[in-house]
């Protein structure tokens, strides 16, 4: 659940209808990593699907109404408008590498290619990125993995309305090993982006 919950961390919302109904829901582009967040949360409930329009892709959603959970998933830290104020949930530290996984995979990317072109020597690099509105939650993440081990992130806002926590190899070669090693639940991980990972370390190999 540790890894649901860092899900929703970044593409996951609470709504409240008119008639007082209460949802959370998970809205992304991977239908199978939706079946499996699903699952593991032992639901039932449909998965819809729309086009996005502009683009080739589907958008797939999950809505679940439930009063209790969105209660507690409001004193772990997350409102209906929790894009700016969001909170990192008070867990257990065994699961806490399943959240920062489940919120990479949402709102995070890595990059791997060949900088200092111009040298004689270019350098094969990583770098992981997470991105939030919230800074604050980005500086807590960032002390939490501190605490870790895992050092030199570098947090910056961006030309827009969001922040940027970056690591560069070395660093991003430790979360890789926290992120996808030291985990209860391995099955869910956006492929792609483990795949990334996997290609950088084959090809400094």
Same mark, same amino acid.
């Given at each position: 659940?540790?890894?649901?919950?860092?899900?929703?961390?970044?593409?996951?919302? *609470?709504?409240?209808?008119?008639?007082? $109904?209460?949802?959370?829901? =998970?809205?992304?582009?991977?239908?199978?990593?939706?079946?499996?967040?699903?699952?593991?949360?032992?639901?039932?409930?449909? *998965?819809?699907?729309?086009?996005?329009? $502009?683009?080739?892709?589907? =958008?797939y959603r999950l809505q679940i109404g439930s009063i209790e959970m969105c209660e507690d998933l409001r004193k772990l830290g997350f409102r209906e408008r929790k894009t700016k104020n969001m909170a990192i949930p008070n867990i257990p530290s065994i699961f806490f590498s399943d959240f920062v996984r489940g919120y990479f995979d949402g709102d995070g990317n890595v990059w791997v290619g060949y900088v200092h072109k111009e040298r004689k020597n270019k350098l094969l690099a990583i770098r992981t990125v997470f991105t939030s509105c919230s800074g604050n939650f980005l500086r807590r993440l960032k002390n939490n993995l501190e605490a870790r081990d895992i050092f030199k992130g570098v947090f910056r806002k961006g030309n827009g309305n969001y922040y940027r926590l970056t690591y560069s190899i070395y660093s991003s070669l430790k979360l890789y090993d926290f992120m996808y090693n030291h985990v209860i639940v391995k099955s869910l991980f956006l492929e792609r982006k483990k795949k990334v990972f996997d290609n950088f370390i084959r090809m400094r190999l």
């Open positions: 659940m540790a890894y649901v919950l860092g899900f929703f961390a970044a593409d996951g919302y *609470i709504t409240v209808n008119k008639r007082g $109904g209460q949802f959370w829901c =998970i809205q992304i582009t991977d239908k199978g990593l939706l079946e499996k967040i699903r699952k593991v949360i032992g639901s039932e409930h449909k *998965i819809s699907k729309r086009p996005v329009y $502009g683009d080739n892709k589907n =958008i």
